[in-house]
């Protein structure tokens, strides 16, 4: 099982019995070493049901779920290989009864979370909201309540904001419904407070491995601790100098604690860089040299020398877009020049790496110009289209009638008659009763406060709600899915009323194909063909349609729908960790975007701008090291500012970087006039050694010829 893995690498799989933790540097192989880890587990005597491999995205479970499959076999299947956040919905799905939540309970999106949260502060500010909403994630996710939050709150704003936070949870509990916060939270309340629970996952879980250790949370870890137990049959796989979620509550200090909290730990270091060429591992080394160190590594590459890291400056975004679109189409012209075969470089080849979204606006305008095709990476989800999230909520009300956010969008969605005053004395109804908007419709006395036509309404979409839920229980497999699905949109004329709410029908087409998109996935869930906790392909139990709509929630893309596409990817750093590609551009590399400023709003600097600069360093960093071959780092002579242009400055980075020997200051334009220039006199050699060889030929004699 360790056939091919270097030594670090064979240390890190055969060790079996206690805690460990991989520190895998960039591009050293982390993943094969998970996958490894398990058949080795596995050929040790564990049974695949009793090893969990915990990743951070469900792309990234689905690449390993793959992986583990082709190395071990039809044993990888029994493998618990999921997010932490798929792995909390299991834990409540079977034992959030301890909590008082029922099996069928709600996952909100970040639209539901927002609205409520606006209800339960009393405000209509959306923005003020989101802050709300942002403050209490962060609250969650170092594993505070309301209460907590409250007697640690600095400030008045902060007091108020834990008192939203009180009244949300309240709201959550009526309405049978989690956030995504909830579901690393609340199974970490399900451990500490119910033994019996704690138990059962102990005994049932042999060994766990967790990848990306170092994005995990102060709650992730601590449910971390509690599903090992004291055995602490644990492998972590991380990297202090990657990690760049500070922001969302990620903390190095996991990483610091884990020698404590357990001294037998075994530590191995992965620095073996598979990756990229040396030049641009010795930038990445010199880049994240200055900053403190938990385990001092070094990465080191075999892979050649190869060409030096360029740095080109640019006078605004325009040029530097210009500058790439030149850079990209010589190296691809470069590439079509090499006499090996399997040189030419695709457009999949290449990907601009930025600070931040907005900066992507420039590079969109000049690729168009230029006729390359491209994708912008963390664009739209697919399920937060609003077709898509139309029909999602009329099937989370299916599982859980008390979901008042999911039933407000349904009732209204297509409009039945039933208006926003009709909604508004039935809120009230049942917020005075106690109870959820689908329980207080069948209440007896709501003909006290409304007119029997109104009633009516209700009950009518009660009963439909009623019938629909009563056919997708009985709703299993892939054709009879498509059979539901299909019945509902026409009962529903929900194809009606997408074109009907669009002035262009090329528009109401599309979204109408999205409609039909998501209703074929679905099918294809309930028939078993795509696996629920990663959206890998396989072969697996057919389901019910109750059982489908559970899972979705969970899920931010439709995967099957990405493919392999060859076009160059726009992404920001954040967006881009974990994934690689042979030529990269780290475009606007200027103080003040990367790193960001390092500026308290009133000017003074503090001690956690020294913290800050840390984790902008370790994103400049994962950006240098997502490049296999070439590198190329802009920089803007000068820069928009709002409506301003402001003079702008090399990122410290870049001198950091310590190219001053190696580097190469190149305009690609330049280089790409040279490259026309072979291609043409390659032509016009071609053309004049044809017109010699013609030439020859028509001065043999017929004799000659005739030898030939």
Not at 195 to 222: C, F, M, P
Not at 345 to 365: G, S
Not at 588 to 604: I, R, S, W
């Amino acid at each position: 099982m360790t056939h091919g893995l270097n030594l670090a690498q064979q240390e890190a799989v055969n060790y079996l019995h206690g805690p460990c933790l991989v520190l895998a540097g960039a591009g050293s192989g982390k993943t094969r070493v998970i996958t490894h880890k398990i058949g080795r587990l596995i050929q040790s005597g564990l049974k695949p049901e009793q090893i969990a491999a915990i990743t951070f995205t469900n792309k990234a479970a689905a690449e390993m779920r793959e992986r583990a499959k082709t190395l071990i076999g039809k044993s990888a299947k029994g493998v618990l290989i999921c997010t932490f956040h798929a792995l909390g919905v299991r834990m409540l799905r079977q034992d959030g009864a301890a909590l008082g939540l029922k099996p069928q309970f709600s996952i909100l999106d970040s639209d539901d979370v927002t609205s409520i949260i606006k209800d339960a502060g009393g405000s209509t500010d959306a923005a003020t909201a989101r802050q709300w909403q942002w403050t209490i994630s962060l609250w969650k996710n170092m594993g505070l309540n309301a209460a907590e939050a409250l007697t640690q709150a600095n400030g008045d704003e902060e007091r108020a904001i834990a008192r939203v936070m009180a009244h949300y949870e309240e709201r959550l509990t009526a309405y049978q419904s989690v956030d995504f916060d909830d579901l690393v939270g609340l199974p970490l309340k399900l451990l500490r407070e119910h033994e019996s629970v704690r138990s059962k996952w102990q005994e049932s879980l042999g060994h766990v491995l967790v990848d990306e250790y170092q994005d995990t949370n102060a709650t992730q870890y601590e449910m971390l601790k509690l599903l090992v137990g004291p055995r602490g049959r644990f492998t972590a796989v991380g990297d202090d100098d990657q990690s760049i979620y500070g922001w969302r509550g990620a903390t190095l200090d996991n990483l610091k604690k884990l020698p404590q909290d357990y001294p037998n730990l075994k530590v191995v270091k992965l620095e073996q860089n598979y990756r990229s060429t040396s030049a641009i591992l010795r930038a990445a080394n010199n880049v994240i040299g200055p900053n403190p160190k938990l385990f001092p590594k070094t990465l080191f590459s075999e892979l050649g020398e190869g060409e030096p890291v360029r740095v080109v400056d640019c006078d605004s975004e325009e040029h530097e877009a210009e500058r790439v679109v030149a850079r990209i189409q010589s190296l691809r012209a470069e590439g079509s020049l090499q006499a090996e075969g399997g040189q030419y470089k695709e457009w999949k080849d290449f990907c601009v790496l930025y600070r931040a979204n907005h900066l992507a606006k420039p590079f969109e305008k000049a690729f168009r110009r230029a006729n390359i095709p491209y994708k912008v990476s963390g664009g739209q989800s697919f399920f937060d289209r609003a077709e898509i999230k139309d029909l999602c909520c009329w099937m989370r009300l299916l599982v859980n009638n008390n979901d008042d956010p999911a039933f407000m969008r349904a009732v209204t969605t297509p409009k039945r008659g039933i208006g926003h005053t009709t909604l508004g004395a039935l809120g009230t109804f049942a917020s005075q009763s106690k109870q959820s908007l689908f329980e207080a419709l069948f209440s007896n006395s709501l003909g006290s406060v409304l007119p029997a036509k109104a009633v009516g309404s209700l009950h009518e979409f009660g009963r439909y709600l009623n019938d629909l839920e009563y056919r997708a229980k009985r709703t299993v497999g892939a054709e009879d899915a498509r059979v539901f699905l299909n019945d509902w949109l026409k009962e529903i004329d929900y194809e009606k009323h997408l074109y009907d709410g669009e002035d262009s029908e090329k528009l109401a087409a599309a979204r109408w194909t999205n409609v039909m998109d998501f209703c074929d996935w679905v099918a294809q869930r309930c028939g078993g063909q795509i696996d629920d906790a990663s959206g890998a392909v396989v072969a697996a139990e057919t389901k019910t349609m109750l059982e489908v709509v559970q899972t979705i929630a969970l899920l931010s893309t439709i995967s099957e729908r990405e493919g392999d596409q060859n076009v160059v990817t726009l992404s920001t750093l954040h967006a881009a960790k974990g994934l690689e590609w042979p030529h990269v551009v780290l475009a606007g590399v200027n103080e003040g975007l990367l790193p960001f400023k390092m500026e308290d709003d009133n000017g003074t600097n503090t001690e956690n701008i020294a913290l800050r600069l840390q984790e902008e360093r370790r994103l400049m960093y994962v950006g240098i090291t997502r490049a296999q071959r070439t590198l190329a780092v802009n920089w803007l002579r000068k820069r928009k500012k709002g409506r301003d242009m402001i003079p702008g400055a090399p990122s410290r980075f870049i001198a950091e970087m310590a190219l001053d020997k190696a580097t190469v200051k190149e305009d690609p334009r330049e280089k790409l006039k040279a490259l026309r220039a072979e291609f043409a006199k390659k032509s016009a050699d071609g053309i004049a050694a044809a017109a010699a060889a013609s030439e020859a030929h028509s001065r043999q004699t017929p004799a000659e010829l005739g030898k030939i």
